[in-house]
């Protein structure tokens, strides 16, 4: 396995992160340490099976947003926005911020802190900073719904069912923050909502599993109002999103779910919670609860993926 440094100083193998992602063949396995230091890039990386660790306080920063007008088009988009993006078929990240300083989504649109286009992704310790789409965890759903909408990296690409899991990390954002089809598990993490909107955008298939969280805690910053944020609202009529053993401040709305624009009254997607309660002790409503058997069975399914992933890369788990 290849390992390579970044440190700002001069002092390893490359000052950039997008340098030592560059050296990597495509094939081979490789560990990049990063040194401590606020990295401003944009980053880009489509290599087989990689594994990057923060030492120190690492901070990858960037701030494309949506609405920005590049080249010729109105607007950038949402899936040209990223700070970092990742395909491939291995990634592992440690010790890692990640941010997308564009701003509120009302003035620069969405700002996608990290895109995650990978067959299987672990995330330990990392924090996403953003406001809207500040994460998205590929695939794309089959179309768009406004042309040109999906213009960037795979965007013609077959769709492909991704996984994630994404351990002990804090994600930040206001709107849709935590979007996209993949199957994903999401475990004691602080999940922040800096403004008013909504927690979850999932567009996952039927089949699939979706986005599950798991003893996670759910805060707010002091200036968003109490019941204004939303656990999920469906991207796709399909998205599933769980949540289980997860604590809920007093910012999260009882009805925990709201339609999408234009989709009001059809009752799409599928929110589901079990022994979840607010920071007051409330439980969640009895209609969204799972029995202690199918939250089992739901986490069972997600981290069997992972497994069997992992597995076929190195042949244990």
């Not at 599993?209 to 707010?220: E, M, P, R, S």
């Not at 079990?274 to 986490?299: V, W």
Request: with cysteine; proline share 3%.
């Amino acid at each position: 396995m290849n390992t390579l440094t970044v440190d700002q100083s001069g002092k390893g193998h490359y000052c950039s992160i997008q340098e030592a992602l560059d050296a990597v063949p495509y094939a081979e396995q490789a560990m990049i340490i990063i040194e401590q230091g606020v990295y401003h890039e944009k980053l880009f990386c489509d290599k087989r099976n990689v594994h990057l660790v923060g030492r120190g306080e690492v901070v990858i920063s960037n701030s494309d947003g949506a609405k920005e007008k590049i080249d010729v088009l109105p607007k950038r988009g949402t899936f040209r926005s990223y700070t970092a993006f990742f395909s491939g078929e291995f990634l592992r990240m440690e010790h890692v911020t990640i941010q997308n300083n564009a701003g509120a989504g009302s003035e620069a649109g969405q700002g996608v802190a990290l895109y995650l286009d990978v067959d299987c992704s672990y995330l330990t310790d990392v924090r996403l900073l953003g406001c809207q789409d500040t994460l998205f965890v590929a695939p794309l759903p089959e179309r768009e719904r406004e042309a040109n909408g999906f213009y960037g990296p795979r965007c013609f690409a077959k769709r492909k069912l991704n996984t994630l899991f994404f351990d002990q990390g804090y994600i930040q954002g206001d709107v849709d923050f935590i979007f996209g089809g993949a199957d994903a598990l999401f475990r004691h993490t602080e999940i922040c909502s800096s403004a008013t909107g909504f927690v979850t955008a999932p567009s996952t298939c039927k089949k699939d599993i979706g986005l599950v969280f798991d003893h996670c805690t759910f805060t707010a910053k002091e200036s968003v109002p109490p019941e204004s944020v939303y656990l999920m609202r469906p991207w796709r009529e399909e998205g599933k999103a769980a949540f289980l053993s997860c604590t809920l401040g007093d910012h999260i709305n009882k009805k925990l779910r709201i339609d999408w624009p234009g989709h009001e009254g059809l009752g799409e997607g599928t929110l589901s919670c079990h022994q979840c309660h607010y920071t007051d002790q409330g439980r969640t409503d009895k209609a969204f609860e799972l029995s202690s058997i199918q939250a089992i069975s739901l986490l069972d399914a997600i981290e069997q993926r992972c497994k069997v992933f992992h597995q076929s890369l190195y042949g244990d788990v």
